[in-house]
Nanobody
Framework: QVHLVESGGGLVQPGGSLRLSCAASGSIFSINAMGWYRHSRRKQRDLVAT???????NYADSVKGRFTISRDNAKNTMYLQMNNLKPEDTAVYYC???????????????WGQGTQVTVSS
């Protein structure tokens, strides 16, 4: 299986920045799409941003212009640069990957354990 480990979360002041990382490991054959999702106490788990293997990106309207998703395919690592953070960005952020493993056919969804981002003064 694919193991996803997020890092980079923490407590920041409004207007501050954080950079989240998601490192994928395991018996990976290929990783197709990857994405960041977040789950606040008040909402369902929502899409933040996605990125395909080819680099096509998609962002939630609420983060456009502030967040940037990227990936390093050689390192099987995805990033989320978050700038101008707002209190409403406070959530647990989850890494997601659609991937193939060497032992199984087809693609499967994999999720990280989540990392807490808190934006507060």
């Amino acid at each position: 299986q694919v193991h996803l480990v997020e890092s980079g979360g923490g407590l920041v002041q409004p207007g501050g920045s954080l950079r989240l990382s998601c490192a994928a490991s395991g018996s990976i054959f290929s990783i197709n799409a990857m994405g960041w999702y977040r789950h606040s106490r008040r909402k369902q788990r929502d899409l933040v941003a996605t990125i395909t293997n080819g680099g096509n990106t998609n962002y939630a309207d609420s983060v456009k212009g502030r967040f940037t998703i990227s990936r390093d395919n050689a390192k099987n690592t995805m990033y989320l640069q978050m700038n101008n953070l707002k209190p409403e960005d406070t959530a647990v952020y989850y890494c997601n990957a659609v991937a193939q493993v060497t032992a199984l056919p087809g693609e499967y969804d994999y999720w990280g354990q989540g990392t807490q981002v808190t934006v507060s003064s």
